[in-house]
């Protein structure tokens, strides 16, 4: 036989032999594997009303309140005078606030560029202007709105306005 053959299939055994053994591995290291077991305190349905309001008003009271009065290097409140009372802790002057929504118009690392933005939208929309700072960003929002229908008209009328790339985000609103 020649040398040439006898290579040939000492490899072709090889080959084989490696892949019966990595197909007995696998089978095997499947075999043991089990499902991950499911938590016994899942809820199996949707809460009643009133297990709903009470989960949010327990949540109410566990979410920190936003930062108040942030200032920048020189002092200038970076919320503007207009917004330092109704921002600091989105409280309504009976100090109701809730989940709701608001929309985002612009968002930028300078603070003093969001402040300026923040005073042209005061003149185009009747809503209360918002500037948070998130990390290093300055975020300039629109509205307190209640609810998603509410959240989407303003949506609609800002990008009527030109503002394309508005958008509805999840926040903490004052309610009248």
């Given at each position: 036989m020649p040398v040439h053959d006898r290579r040939t299939r000492s490899r072709s055994a090889a080959w084989l032999g490696c892949a019966?053994?990595?197909?007995?591995?696998?089978?095997?290291?499947c075999g043991q594997r089990e499902p991950p077991k499911t938590p016994a305190n899942?809820?199996?349905?949707?809460?009643?009303?009133?297990?709903?309001?009470?989960a949010r008003a327990d949540a109410r009271n566990a979410v920190p309140l936003l930062p108040q009065g942030?200032?920048?290097?020189s002092g200038q409140d970076l919320l503007g005078p207009?917004?330092?009372?109704?921002?600091?802790?989105?409280?309504?002057?009976?100090?109701?606030?809730?989940?709701g929504y608001r929309i985002q118009l612009f968002a930028t690392a300078d603070g003093r560029l969001a402040q300026q933005r923040a005073a042209e939208y005061r003149d185009l929309f009747a809503e209360a202007i918002y500037v948070r700072q998130e990390g290093v960003l300055y975020k300039v929002q629109v509205g307190d709105c209640i609810s998603r229908d509410e959240a989407e008209a303003l949506r609609r009328r800002a990008r009527a306005l030109?503002?394309?790339?508005?958008?509805?985000?999840?926040?903490?609103?004052?309610?009248?």
């Amino acid at each position: 036989m020649p040398v040439h053959d006898r290579r040939t299939r000492s490899r072709s055994a090889a080959w084989l032999g490696c892949a019966a053994a990595l197909l007995v591995f696998c089978l095997t290291a499947c075999g043991q594997r089990e499902p991950p077991k499911t938590p016994a305190n899942l809820p199996t349905a949707m809460p009643s009303e009133e297990e709903a309001a009470r989960a949010r008003a327990d949540a109410r009271n566990a979410v920190p309140l936003l930062p108040q009065g942030e200032r920048d290097l020189s002092g200038q409140d970076l919320l503007g005078p207009a917004d330092s009372a109704s921002v600091a802790g989105v409280m309504s002057p009976d100090g109701e606030q809730r989940y709701g929504y608001r929309i985002q118009l612009f968002a930028t690392a300078d603070g003093r560029l969001a402040q300026q933005r923040a005073a042209e939208y005061r003149d185009l929309f009747a809503e209360a202007i918002y500037v948070r700072q998130e990390g290093v960003l300055y975020k300039v929002q629109v509205g307190d709105c209640i609810s998603r229908d509410e959240a989407e008209a303003l949506r609609r009328r800002a990008r009527a306005l030109g503002y394309e790339g508005a958008f509805i985000v999840d926040a903490l609103v004052a309610v009248d």
